[in-house]
Antibody
Framework: QVQLQESGPGLVKPSQTLSLTCTVY??????????WSWIRQLPGKGLEWIGY???????SYNPSLKSRVTMSVDTSKNQFSLKLTSVTAADTAVYYC???????????????WGPGTLVTVSS | EIVLTQSPGTLSLSPGERATLSCRAS???????LAWYQQKPGQAPRLLIY???SRATGIPDRFSGSGSGTDFTLTISRLEPEDFAVYYC???????????FGPGTKVDIK
């Protein structure tokens, strides 16, 4: 059974860079077939897809965040990561990592999620 | 970008009742690529339905999805105590940023 776990600082100062890592257990990212996403949930609000990465390093980002987002993958550690630059209070959210259902095209639902990690942007 | 609207915002029902949740898209969802998720407080969303009507692994058959084009429905045939939660629809029929979610419907105890 695949499990995902987010990790990283829970507090980031305004204008700094938010950095999170997702560790995948029970399945190798390098086996391919799945895209690995970051999704966030603003306090009391809905869900926003941030972007995804494939094991090859291929990425796609939400245009609304594209200028500030970088994702990377480390298959040797079975991890993928998110960097979000120039954060403001509006980036305060619960950040989830998730795996897609395996369509092979990147266009899919999300069938496995990490438990989420709250990141607060505040000085 | 496809915008999803969910109604009602809140649905107040009693255990054993039937729940009908609506998700409407601003344009047709390609290949009925529409999913439903359940989220409880402090938890990540849980996939219930994909492809508009296919139940995910381990999901009880009291959950069913239907619809096509721009109008989709999630039905819970008989509410169990553990079903009181927020439900989101998501479309994944277009290339990014095609992964858009609806604002959610909260099902609470009457």
């Amino acid at each position: 059974q695949v499990q995902l776990q987010e990790s990283g600082p829970g507090l980031v100062k305004p204008s700094q860079t938010l950095s999170l890592t997702c560790t995948v257990y029970g399945g190798a990212i390098s086996s391919g077939g799945h895209y690995w996403s970051w999704i966030r949930q603003l306090p009391g609000k809905g869900l926003e897809w941030i972007g995804y990465i494939y094991y090859s390093g291929s990425t796609s980002y939400n245009p609304s965040l594209k200028s500030r987002v970088t994702m990377s993958v480390d298959t040797s550690k079975n991890q993928f990561s998110l960097k979000l630059t120039s954060v403001t209070a509006a980036d305060t959210a619960v950040y989830y990592c998730a795996r897609d259902g395996g369509s092979g095209s990147g266009t899919s639902y999300f069938d496995h999620w990490g438990p989420g990690t709250l990141v607060t942007v505040s000085s | 970008e496809i915008v999803l609207t969910q109604s009602p915002g809140t649905l107040s029902l009693s255990p054993g009742e039937r729940a009908t949740l609506s998700c409407r898209a601003s344009q047709s969802v390609s290949s009925n690529f529409l999913a439903w998720y359940q989220q409880k407080p402090g938890q990540a969303p849980r996939l219930l339905i994909y492809g508009a009507s296919s139940r995910a692994t381990g999901i009880p058959d009291r959950f069913s999805g239907s619809g096509s084009g721009t109008d989709f429905t999630l039905t819970i045939s008989r509410l169990e105590p553990e079903d009181f939660a927020v439900y989101y629809c998501q479309q994944y029929g277009t290339s990014p940023p095609g992964f858009t979610f609806g604002p959610g419907t909260k099902v609470d105890i009457k």
